[in-house]
């Protein structure tokens, strides 16, 4: 351990799989926030915190199995002359579910514009806080799955892993909160963040299909969009602002 500590390279490893889990997690941060807004106002934090602790647990666990989880990505059978692994079978699965949830969502958004008090209460009482915190802790596997591969890439101690994990899930939990009440507050910023729900669903699908999209492009096109995102909100800030004091 006193090595690890004294070696810059270790230090490295661990700053930059820090921000590289960060940068990962947003996108399961934004999935729980979504979830957690159909709970009543008093359970949305707990719901948002759990399944943040629930993707921290599975990670780590992840991480003390890293013969499963390498085992993951061989070859189980072909289908069409195409080998399929563990690895590929929860990326599509996970996938699929983000595809059909995020579309899901959508429509549900659409409806409860159209009819808004009958959507949102029918919104409140069709889904309990167990139902929400089994649908987070499902997609945590996903996105824990691909993110300790992507650890194990990048460093090669098991401490420095878990210790970049565990920052980075704390500064996400941090943030949670911030995050969903920002979501929660910009239906337009909610439609951007289901529609990255489903740009992922599909990177997932392509992952698993043995497709690579680079991520960059994916967290590129992402944040473009958000950013044209905020200037939409700043101009629609400043209008509100001329119309009220006019």
Same mark, same amino acid.
């Given at each position: 351990?006193?090595?690890?500590?004294?070696? =810059?390279?270790? *230090?490295i490893?661990f700053?930059? %799989?820090?921000a590289?889990?960060i940068?990962l997690?947003?996108?399961n941060?934004?999935?729980?926030s979504?979830l957690?807004?159909?709970l =009543?106002?008093?359970?949305r934090?707990?719901a948002?915190q759990? +399944?943040?602790?629930?993707?921290?647990v599975?990670?780590?666990?992840l991480?003390?199995?890293?013969? *499963?989880v390498?085992g993951?990505?061989k070859?189980?059978?072909?289908v069409l002359?195409m080998g399929v692994? *563990?690895?590929?079978i929860?990326?599509?699965?996970? #996938?699929l !579910?983000?595809l059909a949830?995020?579309?899901?969502?959508i429509?549900s958004?659409?409806e409860a514009a #159209?009819?808004?008090?009958?959507?949102?209460a029918s919104?409140?009482a069709g889904i309990s !806080?167990?139902?929400?915190?089994?649908?987070?802790g499902?997609?945590?596997?996903?996105f824990?799955?691909?993110?300790?591969i992507?650890?194990v890439?990048l460093a090669d101690?098991? =401490?420095?892993m878990?210790?970049?994990?565990?920052?980075?899930m704390i500064?996400?939990?941090l943030?949670a909160?911030s995050?969903?009440r920002?979501v929660?507050a910009h239906p337009?910023?909610?439609?951007?963040?289901l529609?990255f729900?489903? %740009?992922? #669903?599909?990177? %997932?699908i392509a992952?698993?299909?043995e497709f690579h999209?680079p991520k960059?492009?994916?967290?590129?096109?992402?944040?473009?969009s958000?950013?044209v995102e905020m200037?939409?909100?700043r101009i629609r800030?400043?209008q509100?602002?001329?119309?009220g004091? +006019?």
């Amino acid at each position: 351990m006193m090595e690890l500590l004294t070696d =810059p390279a270790a *230090w490295i490893a661990f700053f930059t %799989l820090a921000a590289l889990e960060i940068v990962l997690g947003i996108d399961n941060i934004v999935f729980i926030s979504i979830l957690a807004a159909k709970l =009543p106002e008093h359970q949305r934090n707990k719901a948002r915190q759990i +399944g943040l602790s629930v993707a921290l647990v599975t990670r780590v666990l992840l991480l003390l199995s890293l013969a *499963w989880v390498m085992g993951a990505t061989k070859t189980l059978f072909e289908v069409l002359g195409m080998g399929v692994s *563990w690895r590929d079978i929860i990326l599509v699965s996970g #996938g699929l !579910f983000l595809l059909a949830k995020s579309t899901l969502e959508i429509h549900s958004s659409f409806e409860a514009a #159209g009819h808004h008090q009958q959507g949102s209460a029918s919104g409140k009482a069709g889904i309990s !806080f167990m139902m929400v915190v089994v649908q987070i802790g499902l997609l945590d596997i996903v996105f824990s799955l691909d993110s300790v591969i992507t650890a194990v890439g990048l460093a090669d101690d098991i =401490p420095v892993m878990v210790a970049a994990i565990v920052v980075a899930m704390i500064v996400m939990m941090l943030a949670a909160n911030s995050v969903g009440r920002f979501v929660e507050a910009h239906p337009t910023v909610k439609m951007l963040a289901l529609s990255f729900l489903i %740009l992922i #669903g599909v990177a %997932l699908i392509a992952e698993g299909l043995e497709f690579h999209i680079p991520k960059g492009y994916i967290y590129f096109a992402m944040a473009f969009s958000l950013a044209v995102e905020m200037l939409n909100l700043r101009i629609r800030s400043l209008q509100g602002r001329r119309s009220g004091g +006019g």
